[in-house]
């Protein structure tokens, strides 16, 4: 088991800042060449603060807020414009990046693409569903309307 520190939030395993022990082949292969985490050490606990410092900036301050950014965001659907053929199958995928531009083109406020969730790969026009991780125990569901442009 190797112990390392996460630098980004990863699901299911933790937010960026928590220290946390996963296999090795794990931490080798996926999370260090990803500079999703990067290896304990003493010296490198300093750095946690550092860490957690800056997510506290970019995180949503209160539950109420949360709340209030979620009910903002599923009142309304995210249009989002692909390139399609003519039966509606997209050249290419919509990215969690391209939905955070719809929603801040929308009107409504800034989300980090690291805190969309897509289900499955949006490759088709039509309307979709992905979930929007506001705070550790808000998340919103956004709705997605893929249309040919």
């Known amino acids: 088991m190797a112990k390392i520190i996460l630098t980004h939030e990863v699901s299911g395993l933790g ?11 794990y931490a080798r292969n996926y999370l260090l060449p990803r500079s999703l985490a990067m290896p304990w050490t003493k010296g490198a606990e300093k ?14 301050a209160s539950l109420d807020d949360a709340r209030a950014t979620r009910d903002a965001l599923e009142a309304k659907a995210v249009v989002v414009t692909a390139k399609a053929g003519a039966s509606g199958r997209l050249f290419g ?13 929308a009107g409504a406020v800034t ?9 499955q790969a949006i490759k088709s026009t039509g309307d979709y569903t992905v979930q929007v991780r506001l705070h550790p125990e808000v998340a919103a569901k956004v709705t997605v309307k893929v249309v040919a442009g």
């Open 111 to 119: 989300v980090d693409k690291r805190r969309i969730e897509v289900a």
């Open 47 to 60: 750095d946690v603060t550092a860490i957690r410092r800056a997510r506290k900036a970019r995180e949503i």
């Open 15 to 25: 937010a960026a800042g928590d220290v946390v022990e996963v296999k090795d082949g």
């Open 93 to 105: 995928a919509v990215t969690a990046t391209e939905i955070a531009a719809a929603v801040a083109a």
